[in-house]
């Protein structure tokens, strides 16, 4: 071999242990990367659980507020109930004097409305109140004692009854 050849031939190692260098360093950036990669989606599954659980949290609260029963909304109620119940003593009261009075002449003994006994109703009607506490009769605004039903001056048929309810 001359010296040209052996020249040559060093050259030639020089660049193989050169390219076996940069082939090692760019194994080792790529095992690097790929770590990364394995990291970053690791971080991604979990940025994407918390976001679902955070949409979920986001629904229910949305859900709970909407169900969610404010102290006006239940004076409201509360209200309403008692109006209610009011309403539903003149009629206990409209029917007592109604069954007390005799049936008149016009009414014809298949048309006569049957006779509903007035303390089923008073039981059937009865209102708890929103705590659940005993039920209590419906209290006048004006004195804070129970209201006693109304009696009409005429009686009503039940028609006439529901018809002004």
Do not use: H, W
């Not at 949290?57 to 119940?85: C, F, H, P, W």
């Amino acid at each position: 071999m001359t010296d040209s050849e052996k020249q040559q031939l060093r050259q030639f190692e020089a660049r193989v242990r050169q390219l076996l260098l940069q082939y090692k360093t760019l194994q080792d950036e790529n095992l690097a990367l790929r770590q990364t990669i394995e990291r970053q989606q690791t971080n991604i599954d979990s940025l994407a659980q918390q976001l679902q659980q955070a949409q979920l949290d986001y629904k229910t609260l949305k859900t709970a507020r909407m169900i969610e029963v404010s102290d006006g909304d239940l004076k409201n109620a509360k209200q309403t109930i008692t109006r209610l119940v009011r309403e539903v003593n003149k009629c206990i009261g409209l029917l007592s004097a109604e069954q007390f009075t005799a049936p008149d002449a016009s009414t014809q003994k298949g048309d006569a409305e049957p006779q509903i006994p007035v303390q089923d109703i008073s039981d059937a009607l009865e209102v708890t109140d929103v705590n659940n506490s005993t039920s209590a009769p419906a209290i006048t605004e004006s004195t804070g004692k129970p209201q006693e039903p109304e009696v009409a001056a005429e009686p009503m048929s039940l028609m006439d009854l529901f018809s002004t309810v």
